[in-house]
């Protein structure tokens, strides 16, 4: 009599099978970076890739920079813009009035005036 588990043999969280080949892992550098507070980053990226010239501290939050004695300044954080300021980039004000123009006739026309 079958005690009804329909997957025998394995138990519960096992891993996947082991694969019989081993594979090496593709090439690696390693990077080193510098932040104003003289931390140092080291990452491992593909030998066939190009390193980027800023990467972020993971300890403070800082820029780091390729070179250790002169690293970059600290990031300045964009002021806080409403939801007004981005459109009045995007629109001059002739076609704000135009727009609205028509927004204000289109009510007029709804309400019956």
Known sequence: MS???????????????????????????????????DHRVDILIAADAEAPPLWDCPRCGQPAGRDALNPPGRSRAEP????????KERRTEEEGEAILAEALAALRRRRGR
């Open 3 to 37: 005690s009804g588990n329909a997957i025998r043999g394995t138990r519960l969280g096992s891993g996947p099978e082991r694969p019989t080949k081993r594979y090496q892992p593709a090439p690696r550098q390693a990077v080193s970076y510098w932040c104003r507070n």
């Open 80 to 87: 806080y813009k409403s939801h007004l300021a981005y459109v």
